[in-house]
């Protein structure tokens, strides 16, 4: 077992690591270590820094330039969907939260979290190195900005994280630098009651099961509640003339398909209409595509080669959009 003096070595060690001023470690390891009062100050000054940075504050003196040095070291690193291990791969959510969290910050894990991080930027020209560029509605795509509309991004499956230009006006853009105490990083352990509030989904039926399975697929949980709106009225136990059932209204065939067991299980339901909506979302990469999918079958969207002239889907496609709207998606 390590004695009073191996500790303070190991913690004279850290403040190294840490770039932790040594004086004051120094003061307190050559001090009297009767009572305990060495040790007590030496530990303090040693987790200062990791507890600021267990709040969601930055490492001393981190800029935006450190953010765009930390993604530059995953530059080559293939895509691969969910993966957060830059050893296997990673993808555009997963960069970000990568190139933050080699600085100390804990930012949310999906797309959609991250372009409700920090604090918003008015527009790509008062864009700073370092921010957050968010894409699309709702947000399926994230890159951090480099400067002189370049970003860095983890663009899609087959590629590679790699720099290239701003394609297109971002929906949102955020700065986690330079705002107080990094304000909407959270910690690990803060994170579920921080995503509890997250958005528009206060007082909303089924809020959890929504931002549950939104984080699982990475799927907007507004874009669930919105369709669950639209579908049943948040009622459980719908079914609809045409024999679709529960609160997302899944046919029994599509329910089957992606292992849903019982339609009227609200859990069930809403994980198996993410499931579904994430591979419309990435198939067709429009989100009045992926809805229209959703409603007559991705089969009749590829036939048509958009939105199906179905009276049914034609109003339907809108209304979710509204829905999603005064959610706040």
């Not at 900005?145 to 790699?162: E, F, Q, S």
């Not at 989904?201 to 874009?223: C, M, N, Q, R, T």
């Not at 579904?276 to 007559?296: G, I, T, V």
């Amino acid at each position: 077992m390590m004695g009073i003096d191996g500790v303070l070595a190991r913690i004279s060690e850290l403040n190294s690591q840490l770039r932790v001023v040594p004086a004051t470690v120094g003061a307190a390891t050559s001090a009297p270590r009767t009572g305990g009062t060495a040790f007590a100050s030496a530990l303090a000054n040693a987790t200062a820094t990791d507890t600021a940075t267990d709040t969601g504050t930055t490492r001393a003196g981190a800029t935006g330039a450190d953010v765009v040095a930390a993604a530059k070291k995953y530059l080559g690193t293939r895509y691969v969907f969910g993966s957060t291990d830059p050893a296997k791969g990673l993808d555009c959510s997963a960069l970000v939260q990568r190139a933050y969290r080699d600085l100390g910050i804990e930012l949310p894990r999906n797309s959609w979290q991250q372009a409700k991080a920090g604090t918003k930027v008015a527009n790509l020209a008062a864009a700073q190195p370092g921010d957050i560029l968010a894409f699309n509605s709702p947000v399926n795509h994230v890159a951090i900005y480099l400067g002189d509309n370049k970003m860095i991004a983890a663009p899609k499956p087959g590629d590679h994280v790699k720099i290239q230009s701003v394609y297109e006006t971002p929906t949102h853009i955020r700065r986690v630098l330079g705002t107080e105490a990094a304000t909407g990083a959270t910690t690990a352990a803060a994170r579920p009651a921080a995503l509890r509030q997250t958005g528009g989904l206060a007082g909303v039926p089924y809020a959890d099961l929504f931002l549950k399975a939104g984080a699982k697929y990475h799927v907007s949980p507004e874009l669930l509640a919105a369709v669950a709106k639209v579908e049943s009225s948040y009622n459980p136990k719908a079914v609809s003339p045409a024999g679709a059932q529960g609160l997302m209204q899944l046919m029994p065939a599509t329910a089957r398909g992606l292992g849903v067991r019982n339609s009227f299980d609200p859990a069930q339901a809403v994980d198996g209409a993410a499931k579904l909506l994430a591979n419309h979302l990435k198939e067709f990469k429009s989100l009045p595509l992926a809805l229209a999918a959703y409603n007559a079958g991705g089969g009749a969207v590829h036939k048509y080669g958009g939105i199906p002239p179905f009276a049914e889907t034609q109003a339907y496609v809108p209304k979710v959009q509204k829905a999603l709207a005064a959610l706040g998606g």
